[in-house]
């Protein structure tokens, strides 16, 4: 079974996206063809990038890298709880980003942006586009964008609206193709070798 990370990129205290990684990990858990694993990146903790050699040697001098590369080498495929701050993604994501390499490459990647003003983060999804190309992720084609986040936490955690579970579901869908189509892959290519 695909082995999905549910990433929540947001580091604040207070923040809304906890609430709503938890109610994606429930849906993405309902979905049944994933195995799901929710990563908090706060409680994750990563210093600012502070390895002497460039992530791409995988020689990694400090155990938090080793222990951040080892979770994020483990799952097949991700989705990103994304806050918008100042109309792009946020600094420690992007930090946690850059601590690796190899270990995002090749993988498929769904993002679930969100805001307090109407964009629901779009912006920032979209900036961070070039840099999952660049690492040579592989970005679902549909994303979710939930503006008015506040408004959205209640005493009970996150409260949907009532198209977003049909949204997630196509970024989902996405992610499962593109999980499936990277491991035929290797299979392919083996018979392609032996034929
Ligand atoms: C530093 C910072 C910058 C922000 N910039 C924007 C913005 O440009 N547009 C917007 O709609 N909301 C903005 N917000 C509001 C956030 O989108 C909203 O608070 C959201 O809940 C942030 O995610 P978090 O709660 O997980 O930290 C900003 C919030 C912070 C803390």
Same mark, same amino acid.
Do not use: C
């Given at each position: 079974?695909?082995? @999905?990370?549910?990433?929540?990129?947001?580091?604040? #205290?207070?923040?809304?996206?906890?609430?709503?990684?938890?109610?994606?990990?429930?849906?993405?858990?309902?979905?049944?063809?994933?195995?799901?694993?929710?990563?908090? %990146?706060?409680?994750?903790?990563?210093?600012? %990038?502070?390895?002497?050699?460039?992530?791409?040697?995988?020689?990694?001098?400090?155990?938090?890298?080793?222990?951040?590369?080892?979770?994020?080498?483990?799952?097949?495929?991700?989705?990103?709880?994304? #806050?918008?701050?100042?109309?792009?993604?946020?600094?420690?994501? &992007?930090?946690?980003?850059?601590? @690796?390499?190899?270990?995002? &490459?090749? &993988?498929?990647?769904?993002?679930?942006?969100?805001?307090?003003?109407?964009?629901?983060?779009?912006?920032?999804?979209?900036?961070?586009?070039?840099? @999952?190309?660049?690492?040579?992720?592989?970005?679902?084609?549909?994303?979710?964008?939930?503006?008015?986040? #506040? &408004?959205?936490?209640?005493?009970?955690?996150?409260?949907?609206?009532?198209? @977003?579970?049909?949204? %997630?579901?196509?970024?989902?869908?996405?992610?499962?193709?593109?999980?499936? +189509?990277?491991? !035929?892959?290797? !299979?392919? +290519?083996?018979?392609?070798?032996?034929?």
């Amino acid at each position: 079974m695909t082995r @999905l990370h549910v990433i929540s990129a947001a580091t604040r #205290p207070t923040s809304s996206g906890r609430p709503l990684a938890r109610w994606v990990t429930g849906r993405a858990r309902e979905h049944g063809g994933f195995e799901v694993t929710p990563v908090d %990146l706060a409680e994750i903790a990563l210093p600012f %990038l502070d390895e002497p050699e460039y992530a791409s040697t995988g020689n990694y001098a400090h155990q938090h890298t080793r222990d951040w590369s080892a979770l994020v080498d483990s799952a097949d495929a991700f989705l990103f709880v994304l #806050p918008m701050y100042n109309g792009g993604f946020t600094a420690p994501f &992007k930090n946690a980003i850059d601590f @690796l390499y190899n270990e995002w &490459k090749g &993988k498929p990647v769904g993002i679930v942006s969100y805001s307090a003003g109407p964009t629901g983060g779009a912006p920032a999804a979209e900036m961070l586009l070039p840099v @999952l190309t660049r690492l040579g992720m592989l970005p679902a084609e549909h994303s979710v964008a939930i503006p008015g986040i #506040p &408004k959205l936490i209640g005493a009970e955690g996150f409260e949907a609206p009532e198209t @977003l579970a049909a949204e %997630l579901a196509a970024v989902l869908a996405d992610v499962a193709e593109l999980a499936a +189509q990277r491991e !035929a892959e290797p !299979a392919a +290519q083996a018979v392609a070798v032996t034929a």
